[in-house]
Structure formats: structure tokens, C-alpha cells
């Protein structure tokens, strides 16, 4: 009995990851788009390529348990996306907004690192190692991306201070100026 109900929520898991994968190959592009850095815009576009390949790898895993691939409404992954098309919509300047999207996809990277460790542990549970396998490559890609993303961010943010700084700066500028004057 055990086995059976943790198989049903293996499959169940499966298919909200399944689902959230083609959420993201949707929310990708845009995210790439949106990106003024030409690094991230490639990371972005690598990733929707690693995407793809994820997606790829579920279905193995349904083909593999004689099941059709589903797709369960992954509404963790809807919100983070709906999140990041929020900031999309503010007007930032560009290596602010770029910072923004950063964060916004680390947090789906994190949600998908939780995600494929729960469902590889299940699986590892099940003793299906075809699917311990596929989704430990998976995970370890999505740490990968979470890595790259904050090797971006590091260039990034600080990118994205510089403008307030400048502005800062040119306040104390006049302040010097009155103060030499006096």
C-alpha cells in the first residue's frame, strides 16, 4: 500500500513538473527578450534549449511506468512566472530590470531544485533508476543554471547600483560647490 500511494504521488509530482517545464519554455523567451545584458539574454537562451530537454526527460520517465506524459497544473511555477512578468511590466532602467529578472529566475530555479529532489528521492524510494538517473541530471542542470545566475548577478547588481551611486554623487557635487564657496 505504501508503495502504491508514494507511485501516485510520483506521478502526480511528475506532472506538475511536466507541466512547469512547458510553462517556462513559454516564459523563457520573454525573459530573454526582456534581458539589455547580452549574457543573461544567452543564458536565458540556453536554458530554454536545457528546458526543453527537461521536458524531454519526463516524458522518458512516463514512457518508461507505460503512462502518457500529463500535465498537471503547476500553480507554484504560474505565480513565480505571473511574479516575473510583473516586474516585466515596471519601468526600470535596464540593468536594474536585468537584476530584477535575475532574481525572479533564481527563485524558479530554486523552485525546480526542490522540486526534482523531492520527485529523484521518490523515485530512488520506488528503486526506478531509470528515473533516479534522468531526474539527477535534471537537478543537477537546474543547480548549474542557479550557479550561472548568480555569477551574472554578481556583474549585474552592482551594474544596476551604479546609476543610483551616479546620482548620489551628483547631489554631493553642489553641496561641495556651496560649501567651498561660503
Same mark, same amino acid.
Given at each position: 500500500?505504501?508503495? #502504491? #500511494?508514494?507511485? =501516485? ?6 506532472s506538475d ?26 543564458? !536565458? ?16 520517465? !512516463?514512457?518508461?511506468? =507505460? ?40 527563485r524558479v ?68 560647490r556651496a560649501?567651498?564657496? #561660503?
Open positions: 500500500m505504501k508503495s #502504491s #500511494s508514494l507511485q =501516485d504521488l510520483f506521478l502526480i509530482e511528475l513538473l511536466y507541466d512547469a517545464e512547458h510553462q517556462l519554455i513559454k516564459a523563457l523567451p520573454k525573459m530573454a527578450k526582456a534581458s539589455s545584458a547580452e549574457t543573461l539574454r544567452g543564458a !536565458f537562451e540556453e536554458h530554454l534549449e536545457k528546458t526543453k530537454e527537461h521536458a524531454a526527460r519526463i516524458e522518458r520517465i !512516463f514512457a518508461g511506468l =507505460d503512462k502518457p506524459a500529463k500535465r498537471e497544473k503547476c500553480k507554484g511555477m504560474q505565480g513565480l512566472i505571473s511574479e516575473g512578468n510583473d516586474l516585466l511590466k515596471k519601468k526600470l532602467n535596464p540593468d536594474v530590470q536585468d537584476a530584477g529578472i535575475i532574481a525572479a529566475a533564481q530555479e530554486h523552485y525546480e531544485i526542490a522540486a526534482y529532489g523531492c520527485v529523484r528521492t521518490y523515485a530512488e524510494l520506488l528503486q526506478n533508476r531509470q528515473a533516479v538517473d534522468l531526474l539527477e541530471q535534471t537537478l543537477q542542470e537546474e543547480k548549474d543554471a542557479d550557479e550561472k545566475l548568480t555569477e551574472l548577478a554578481q556583474q549585474i547588481n552592482v551594474e544596476a547600483q551604479a546609476p543610483e551611486e551616479a546620482e548620489l554623487e551628483g547631489e554631493e557635487e553642489p553641496k561641495r560649501k567651498t564657496a #561660503s
